[in-house]
């Protein structure tokens, strides 16, 4: 079973610059609350607790602000300085003292994911014994993704970064669960042209040895890279409309760590003073009205 978390949020988040030179892509807005707290709250619906969140040389103490160590969600987090953008696999080596001898998950913090049967499908899969799974999403544009292609059998057998020409239009989201050995497989990429280590390369390994898996996001769901505007602000729309409609808040932590039995109302009631006089904090009363 999977007990540990790692969410990347370093980068330079070119894409969204020239609002990215001064504040980290992941403390961004979206809608009401910092971008990180989707992703976070993905493994926090798997039932996950110790989580390693990966942050830009220098940024550190603007994410302890926000997520500080000592925290009221029932949970446990450390931080890492990544002292230049090295790929994706990156996360594992700057992690392995965190890692130890467990299997661990891996998160974009840009990534949006949302659907009513999202948390059987993470509760379906956290149970990982070995190999490695990854989740898949239909896109329209496959040329801007990492895509695989499955046979009849739903089995992967083609990983290929932003093909030009492809059949299948099933995108790798940034949602990834791998067993221990990670450490050992990430040791032995070597850099891409653009000098850095490459996911896919990774998947690949796992595939070549008949351990790499793949789970879908049903058509039900809704997964989205924020990276650029136009999907920022797409997400953003679609959590105001969501919230605004049913009076619920999508990536509560501190509703998800309540559900958990992992926080009771004393905690919700710190959340609240931490938060000051603001409509999330209005929530979280209602929550224990």
Request: a neutral charge.
């Given at each position: 079973m999977i007990k540990k978390g790692i969410i990347l949020a370093g980068g330079m988040g070119t894409r969204m610059s020239p609002l990215t030179i001064a504040v980290n892509k992941q403390l961004l807005p979206l809608y009401d609350k910092p971008l990180i707290y989707y992703p976070l709250s993905v493994l926090m619906l798997a039932g996950i607790k110790k989580y390693l969140i990966i942050v830009n040389k220098g940024q550190l103490n603007q994410f302890r602000k926000i997520l500080p160590e000592k925290n009221n969600l029932g949970i446990s987090i450390e931080y890492k300085e990544q002292l230049k953008p090295g790929g994706l696999p990156q996360a594992f080596t700057i992690g392995e003292k965190f890692i130890g001898k467990d299997s661990v998950?891996?998160?974009?913090?840009?990534?949006?994911?949302?659907?009513?049967?999202l948390t059987r499908i993470l509760k379906k899969n956290i149970n990982l014994g070995s190999g490695a799974k990854i989740f898949l999403h239909p896109v329209k544009n496959p040329a801007l993704y990492g895509i695989a292609t499955l046979n009849q059998s739903k089995k992967v057998i083609k990983l290929v970064e932003k093909p030009k020409n492809t059949k299948s239009n099933y995108a790798v989201t940034g949602l990834y669960f791998f067993d221990n050995k990670v450490i050992e497989l990430t040791k032995k990429l070597k850099p891409s042209k653009r000098g850095e280590l490459e996911i896919i390369d990774l998947l690949n390994l796992y595939k070549r040895k008949s351990k790499l898996k793949a789970e879908f996001i049903g058509r039900g769901g809704s997964w989205l890279d924020t990276g650029n505007i136009s999907d920022f602000y797409d997400a953003s729309n679609f959590i105001s409309a969501i919230e605004n409609r049913q009076g619920l808040k999508v990536a509560c932590l501190e509703e998800i760590a309540l559900n958990n039995n992992w926080i009771?109302?004393?905690q919700i009631n710190l959340a609240i003073n931490f938060y000051g006089k603001c409509d999330y904090s209005k929530y979280l009363r209602s929550l224990i009205a």
């Open positions: 998950s891996l998160i974009l913090g840009d990534n949006f994911f949302y659907g009513q049967s009771n109302k004393n």
